[in-house]
């Protein structure tokens, strides 16, 4: 069954760090997220990707955040400058054209851990 | 704006026993889709059920099923002859028909499972 992956599973870094994060999104869906969750809060969602632009983003997503899909495979998150408060679980999630009933399909997270 | 509501932060049920999760949400929209997402210890993000807001029949997998009160706004989740494999966060979700479908969480419920 095809599945959404994310690399790498934990990321240590430290503050004021740029940090890539990678997803590879399920081969034929069209719509690709992130989401974050700091550790014991709600999952918020943070930007979508459609058509090779941003379709929508939260507050969450200001200028230190970025998003690309470089190569038509692999999607990614950016975060130029880490703060303290960027350390969270962050999901990549991907969803097909044809998936009527908007099901997203997560990956199993990227563990970001910023000191 | 969109919200979610899960006003249960925890819950324990027995082996075996049947358990009601809650959820409540507020929209405008007459077009959206609803889901629980479960995340197990290892906050993997796992579809339970979706629920299309213009069917009227309550959506049913397996153990899982809903109780859809669209009047009330209500979307609770219910989980028959639980199971040990049952414990984990339980999230529920809104998204808008008409958005890119990001989604909005609710902040969680921690469901326990007592032998």
């Known amino acids: 069954e095809p599945e959404v992956t994310q690399t790498p599973s934990h990321q240590v870094t430290q503050m004021g760090q740029e940090v890539i994060l990678r997803c590879v999104p399920i081969?034929?869906?069209?719509?690709f997220y992130w989401y974050r969750q700091i550790l014991g809060q709600k999952v918020e969602f943070l930007v979508s990707?459609?058509?090779?632009?941003?379709?929508?983003k939260s507050e969450i997503f200001d200028d230190q955040f970025s998003v690309e899909r470089p190569d038509g495979s692999n999607f990614t998150l950016k975060i130029r400058s880490t703060k303290l408060e960027d350390s969270a679980m962050y999901f990549c999630?991907?969803?097909?054209?044809?998936?009527?009933?908007?099901?997203?399909?997560f990956g199993p997270g990227t563990r970001l851990t910023v000191l | 704006a969109q919200t979610v509501t899960q006003s249960q932060p925890e819950m324990s049920v027995q082996e075996a026993e049947t358990v009601t999760l809650s959820c409540t949400y507020d929209?405008?929209?007459?077009?959206?889709?609803l889901f629980w997402y479960k995340q197990p210890p290892s906050r993997q993000m796992i579809l339970v059920i979706r629920?299309?807001?213009?069917?009227?029949q309550n959506a049913t997998e397996n153990r899982f099923s809903v109780n859809f009160q669209k009047a009330a706004k209500s979307f609770s989740l219910k989980i028959s002859d639980s199971q040990l494999g049952d414990a984990a966060m339980y999230f529920c979700?809104?998204?808008?028909?008409?958005?890119?479908?990001?989604?909005?969480f609710g902040k969680g419920t921690k469901l326990s499972v007592k032998p």
């Open positions: 999630a991907s969803r097909s054209w044809t998936s009527g009933r908007n099901e997203q399909f």
């Open positions: 081969s034929n869906h069209l719509y």
């Open positions: 990707f459609y058509n090779n632009e941003i379709s929508e």
């Open positions: 929209t405008s929209e007459s077009d959206y889709y």
């Open positions: 629920q299309e807001a213009y069917k009227q």
């Open positions: 979700a809104y998204t808008s028909g008409g958005s890119q479908g990001n989604l909005i």
